[in-house]
């Protein structure tokens, strides 16, 4: 996705705002099992001053994630701030630099960069998921089976600590 920044160049130390959608590839997240479900969003402003254009934006979409602890698919908006600076080309610069080519930046680059560290490593369906249960592998937000109960009674049966417990 290019951003023009013709105005902000002609107008400098002036915020021009800015608001963009493009698709990211899943294959970026494929490792997590994640899906995109929406475009991303960048939405911001640039402002170009002394060679450099500064990008200050939010990053916005919505992921299928899997709940790491009962294994379901759910929704997910992830949003988190975008700042970077983008030289022009013929100042000396490193690899990992963001560049301004013809008036144009590449916003999907640092966009793709911050993705993962944006991303939360831990993902849960809802606070207090519930998880599966342990023996008989039922998803235990959705239904309830007697394994806890059944475990408990075996406990009281053959575990002589428990007789001397009581
Ligand atoms: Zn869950
Ligand atoms: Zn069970």
Do not use: R, W
Not at 3 to 32: H, P, R, W
Not at 56 to 65: G, P, T, Y
């Amino acid at each position: 996705m290019l951003l023009n920044v013709v105005k902000a160049k002609t107008e400098q130390g002036k915020d021009f705002n800015f608001n963009v959608n493009f698709q990211l590839e899943n294959s970026l997240i494929e490792d997590k099992n994640y899906q995109f479900l929406t475009p991303v969003t960048v939405n911001g402003t640039m402002n170009y001053l002394n060679d450099e254009l500064n990008v200050n934006a939010k990053v916005s979409f919505k992921l299928l994630v899997v709940c790491d602890n009962c294994g379901e698919n759910f929704e997910k908006d992830i949003e988190f701030d975008l700042s970077e600076k983008f030289i022009e080309q013929y100042d000396s610069h490193n690899e990992e630099d963001y560049l301004i080519k013809q008036a144009c930046v590449e916003i999907d680059k640092p966009v793709i960069d911050n993705l993962l560290l944006n991303i939360p490593t831990k993902m849960l369906c809802k606070d207090d998921c519930k998880g599966l249960c342990a023996v008989c592998g039922k998803n235990k937000n959705f239904s309830t089976c007697s394994c806890d109960a059944l475990m408990d009674e075996l406990d009281n049966l053959d575990n002589p600590f428990s007789q001397l417990k009581k």
